[in-house]
C-alpha cells in the first residue's frame, strides 16, 4: 500500500492486473528458481560477487534446456489465452 501510494505521489500510474496472474515471464517461472536452487545458502559480502555467481551459473545452463523454456513458455502462452486471462495451474 506505501508504494502504491508513493508511486502515485510521484505521478507514476500502474497497470491493473488480475490478483492472481499467471507467470508467463521466463525468468519468473523457469530462470529464477533455478538460480535460488543453485544459489542457496551461499551468502556475498559484495554486488560483484554475487553478480559473478550469477553469471557464471547462467553459463551452465545448457542449450537444450533454454529451448525446453521456450517451449513451455508457448505452452503457458496458450493457455493464459484460452483462460481468457484467468488463473491457472501448473504447465
Known amino acids: 500500500m506505501a508504494t502504491t501510494q508513493s508511486l502515485r505521489e510521484l505521478g507514476i500510474q500502474g497497470l491493473p ?18 538460480l535460488k536452487d543453485k544459489l542457496a545458502g551461499r551468502k556475498f559480502d559484495r554486488i560483484q560477487d554475487l553478480a559473478k555467481a ?3 551459473e547462467l553459463r551452465t545452463i545448457s542449450e537444450e534446456d533454454y529451448q ?7 505452452i503457458r502462452l496458450k493457455r493464459c ?10 504447465l
Not at 81 to 90: A, D, N, P, R, T
Open 68 to 74: 525446453g523454456m521456450f517451449r513451455k513458455w508457448q
Open 81 to 90: 489465452i484460452e483462460s481468457h486471462g484467468e488463473y491457472f495451474e501448473g
Open 17 to 34: 492486473h488480475p490478483a492472481y496472474s499467471p507467470d508467463l515471464a521466463p525468468c519468473e517461472f523457469w530462470l529464477f528458481p533455478i
Open 54 to 56: 550469477v553469471n557464471s
